[in-house]
């Protein structure tokens, strides 16, 4: 009995794999404390035309999704967004301020390698980064052994705040 118990232990670990999602903030919490407390309601952008077609050639692949939610007050906008790291995805949360990167957090991490890309020591090479014409950061961030899979898709989900940002600036200032 005890070694069908074992049989049974190891196949289940082996299907479902040793790790858990790591919550490191919800993202209730993140959008709560970019705007001090005081979170506006959230906004929609569509995915459509011209605006999905940047997201695919940013992300690699046409996103998921239809409609993104994020929260816009003045020049300051956040946005949870989720890219795919090695096979889970990664929900990272995004402040975009006057077209720069405030602050990238990986809120929820579900991968079993390249956790590394919640330390606060990396997300800091991001803050002040900007898009540039060609719709690559305008600095380099230092990858992280291991975890390249990770980097690459919070260096694609940053591009994309930062992409979405502009837009829905652009929107803004047509009134």
Do not use: C
């Not at 957090?105 to 956790?115: C, M, N, P, T």
Request: aromatic share 10%.
């Amino acid at each position: 009995m005890k070694r069908i118990f074992f049989t049974a232990s190891l196949l289940l670990f082996s299907v479902t794999g040793f790790t858990a999602d790591r919550v490191y903030q919800t993202p209730d919490s993140f959008v709560e404390q970019a705007f001090a407390g005081q979170p506006p309601k959230p906004q929609v952008i569509w995915l459509t035309g011209e605006i999905r077609n940047k997201a695919t050639e940013i992300l690699g692949h046409t996103p998921g999704v239809l409609r993104l939610r994020y929260w816009h007050v003045k020049q300051r906008s956040t946005w949870i967004l989720e890219e795919i790291g090695k096979e889970k995805p990664i929900t990272t949360g995004f402040i975009v301020e006057e077209n720069q990167l405030k602050k990238v957090k990986v809120l929820i991490f579900r991968e079993s390698r390249g956790w590394e890309v919640e330390r606060d020591a990396f997300a800091k090479q991001y803050q002040g980064a900007t898009l540039t014409e060609d719709m690559q950061l305008n600095r380099h961030i230092d990858g992280i052994s291991g975890a390249t899979l990770s980097v690459n898709a919070i260096n694609k989900l940053s591009r994309l705040a930062l992409y979405l940002h502009q837009q829905i600036m652009q929107k803004q200032s047509k009134g």
